[in-house]
C-alpha cells in the first residue's frame, strides 16, 4: 500500500511538473495567448503617438518592468486592440532600433508605435491596416529665418536632422544645399538640439509637430505648400506583426472599428494630454 501510494504520488508530482512547463512554452505568435497578455513595443518618446509619464493620469498605462507609464495616441489604439483581442494590454517600453528585433525574436507581440509601413519594413516583419495618417512638416525655433518657410527649398544651408533608421531622415536629401546633419536617436534629443543651436530644424510628422509647438513655445511647426515627396506607405501608420501572424487579420478587424472621426478625437485629446517637453 505504501509503495503504490508512493508510486501515485511521484506520478502526480511528475504530471503537475510536465502541465507546468506546457503552461510556460511560447509556442505560437498568437499574442501571449498562454498568459493572455498581448505585448506591446514602443519607444513612449515620440508624443503626441507615445511618451512617458509618472501615473496613469489620461489613460496611462504601466510599463511592464518599471515604475513609469505610457500614453498617447498609440498606447490608446493599443487598448482598443487588446480589448478586441481579449487580452491584457503589457506595454514594453523599447528603442526604436530594437523594435523590430523585439518582435522578430517574440519579446514583444506587435510593434503599435507610430511606424510606417515602408517597403523595406515590409520585407523583415507584416503590417496592418493603417492606423493613423499625417504629412511630413519641419520644426524649427520660433523667431528663426525658417519660421515663416513655405518650401522646403527655403532650408538650402540650414543644419536638419531626423530620427535615425526613420524616412524622415532620407527625404532630408530632397532639400538643395542642406546641411544634412547626423540622425538622432529619439525627438527628446532633437528637440534638445534645436533649443541649443545645434540645428535648425528637424524632419517630422504633423502630430508630432503639433504636439512640439504646443508644448513648448520656443518651437514653431512649419507645414509647406512645396512639401516632401513621400509614399502612401511613408506618411501612413500602421500595426507591426511577426510575418504571417495569426494576429493580423482579427487587428485588421478591430481597426476598421475605429472610423476616421474617432482618430482625430483620439489624436487630439493625445496632443492636449502630451506631457510638456522637455
Not at 9 to 22: D, H, K, M, P, T
Not at 180 to 208: C, H, Q, W
Not at 258 to 274: F, G, H, L, V
Request: net charge negative; hydrophobic share 35%.
Amino acid at each position: 500500500m505504501k509503495n503504490k501510494l508512493s508510486l501515485f504520488i511521484v506520478l502526480l508530482v511528475s504530471s503537475i511538473l510536465l502541465l507546468a512547463g506546457c503552461g510556460t512554452s511560447n509556442g505560437s505568435d498568437s499574442g501571449s495567448s498562454e498568459d493572455n497578455t498581448f505585448k506591446v513595443g514602443l519607444e513612449a518618446g515620440y508624443a503626441p503617438f507615445n511618451w512617458t509619464q509618472n501615473d496613469d493620469s489620461n489613460g496611462g498605462v504601466k510599463i511592464d518592468g518599471s515604475a513609469e507609464y505610457a500614453g498617447g495616441y498609440d498606447v490608446e489604439i493599443a487598448k482598443k486592440v487588446a480589448e478586441g483581442l481579449g487580452k491584457e494590454l503589457v506595454i514594453v517600453k523599447t528603442e526604436w532600433d530594437g523594435l523590430v528585433p523585439a518582435l522578430t525574436s517574440g519579446k514583444i507581440d506587435a510593434i503599435i508605435a507610430g511606424m510606417s509601413p515602408t517597403a523595406e519594413r515590409k520585407e523583415t516583419i507584416d503590417f496592418t491596416d493603417n492606423y493613423y495618417k499625417s504629412n511630413l512638416v519641419m520644426v524649427v525655433k520660433k523667431g528663426s529665418k525658417y519660421e515663416g518657410a513655405t518650401s522646403i527649398q527655403d532650408f538650402k544651408g540650414a543644419k536638419i536632422t531626423a530620427q535615425l533608421n526613420t524616412f524622415h531622415y532620407n527625404v532630408i536629401d530632397q532639400i538643395e544645399g542642406v546641411n544634412k546633419k547626423t540622425a538622432m536617436d529619439n525627438f527628446p534629443a532633437m528637440r534638445v538640439a534645436l533649443e541649443s543651436g545645434i540645428i535648425d530644424g528637424y524632419v517630422s510628422e504633423r502630430p508630432e509637430g503639433v504636439s512640439a509647438s504646443a508644448a513648448n513655445e520656443n518651437y514653431v511647426m512649419v507645414e509647406f505648400e512645396d512639401g516632401f515627396e513621400t509614399s502612401e506607405d511613408d506618411t501612413a501608420i500602421a500595426v507591426g506583426l511577426k510575418k504571417d501572424s495569426d494576429l493580423t487579420e482579427k487587428i485588421n478587424e478591430i481597426l476598421a472599428g475605429i472610423s476616421e472621426e474617432e482618430q482625430t478625437s483620439i489624436m487630439d485629446a493625445a496632443i492636449k494630454n502630451q506631457p510638456a517637453a522637455k
